[in-house]
């Protein structure tokens, strides 16, 4: 059967869009535009235009540029979010929902044009069946009570899945995975380098645009929070970029490693978050017992790092207390200091909440989501990513992520590769992953852009990276 309709290709992981259709959209949008102009709303008529054009370039352009924007937009979300307005802003509305618009179609793209698309979910068929269930769960809960904070939520704590899937079935080769990489770190530390002259200098230039200003406060001393707009996105992100240069991921020398360490342990530690302290512990021992290899590349910057520590405890000034620092540190193991008991009763609640309602409250009424349609004094939190789920979807939800959870790190462990950068790629998502798990015992991390997109990208790269190794033969990560 032939047809004579004319095909758009563009090369490089991307798939052929006939003309027709592109044509047919443009048909169908004028109207719309007309209607909107001669209704004398002008400024509707160019968010339309702006997004259908959004539209049509993410179906255009070659899949990795669409990562490439992806990474590097992320960590200036909140910025560009609060530059719009506040949460009545229509076009802020509008904007927030980019990320979700280009993860759709980017699923869809580069699932349909992965040749090898039949192999990866075999190799990942449980993290798939858990990640759909999780998602069904979700479904289930929106049907049960339907609402726009509900799609609001929906939207936030399922997005990771759809961010792994991305990364998953992307065409990479060593030199773009390399770039996504280098990427991730030059994001992030333009943020920690902001983050630290804005601390000294500049802090009350963005606070017009933070919405909620208790966050910025631990035990009276400010924090640091750059253009993220909130303390944790610079500590979180700090954690990932660290976990990434040790692993030798980004294939960086030792000189340049440390250069950066400089720079992302002080954003670190002046952001005085404790889960971000041990989420980092954590990854470090993890990328430790999977590659012994790295001890030495791990063991001068982590010298260093306890040497700043030291620095800015013995000798830090007013901008860095010295007090200050001294006290989240010993309350990580007191555990009795005003903040941690406010997190422990938030969680008793929370459980007490799941008891009495296992199949959840519903979404959007608990957490970031309440705050924002509720007001920030109504909201209620659980502090922890498996009680959020369980709270919002039910237990057959939070039962879902720990499944997902649990079989991507046993996938990652028996991650059989060849080759150094593969090795090093998926000691990066080892490490990032159990970083940021541990710290969502103590918060609801993957609220968070930075951590939802960047730790789950490792991951689907390097689900998509390296063969599952038969049972029987030892894990191999050869340098």
Known sequence: MSSNARVVSIRGSVMNIPLSSMVAAAIVAAPVVAVLISTHSQEAALVVVAAEAFCACLMIVPTFWLAVVLVVLIPFHALISGLLGGFESSARQVFAIWKDVLLLIGIFRVVLNNPNRRRIIEANCWILFWGGLLVLTY?????????????????????????????????LDEKR????????????????????????????????????????????????????????????????????????????GRRVALWWIAILVPCLLLTYTR?????????????????????????????????????????????????????????IVSQNDESSLAHKDRMRTAVSVISTNPFGIGLGKYGNIDARFAGEKEAQYTENWVLQVAIGAGVIAAFAFVGVT?????????????????????????????????????????????????????????????GVRERGQPVSLTR
Request: hydrophobic share 55%.
């Open 406 to 466: 649990a079989t991507i790190v046993w996938s990652l462990l028996r991650r059989q590769c060849g080759e150094s950068h593969k090795a090093a790629l998926v000691a990066a998502a080892v490490s990032v992953f159990t970083a940021m798990t541990i710290a969502g015992v103590m918060v609801t991390i993957w609220d968070f852009l930075i951590p939802a997109v960047y730790a789950w990208a490792l991951v689907g790269m390097a689900m998509a990276t390296c």
């Open 139 to 171: 479904c289930v809960a929106f049907l049960r009570a339907p609402s726009i904070p509900a799609v609001f939520s929906i939207a936030l704590e399922t997005r990771f899945i759809g961010v792994m899937l991305f990364f998953m079935f992307l065409r």
């Open 275 to 331: 889960a971000a302290y041990l989420g980092l512990l954590a990854g470090i021992a993890a990328l430790c017992i999977i590659d012994r290899t790295q001890l030495r590349r791990i063991a001068v910057p982590s010298i260093v790092a306890l040497s700043l520590i030291c620095g800015i405890l013995l000798f830090g000034g007013p901008s860095a207390p010295r007090s200050g620092l001294g006290q989240r540190l010993q309350s």
């Open 177 to 252: 995975t390399a770039t996504l990489l280098h990427l991730m770190l030059w994001s992030i530390g333009l943020l920690a380098m902001y983050g630290l002259i804005q601390y000294v200098w500049d802090y009350e230039r963005l606070l017009p645009l933070i919405s909620n200003r208790t966050g910025l406060s631990a035990d009276g001393h400010r924090r640091l929070y750059s253009y993220s707009l909130n303390a944790l996105e610079p500590a979180y992100a700090s954690v990932i970029a660290i976990l990434i240069l040790f692993s030798g991921a980004a294939r960086h």
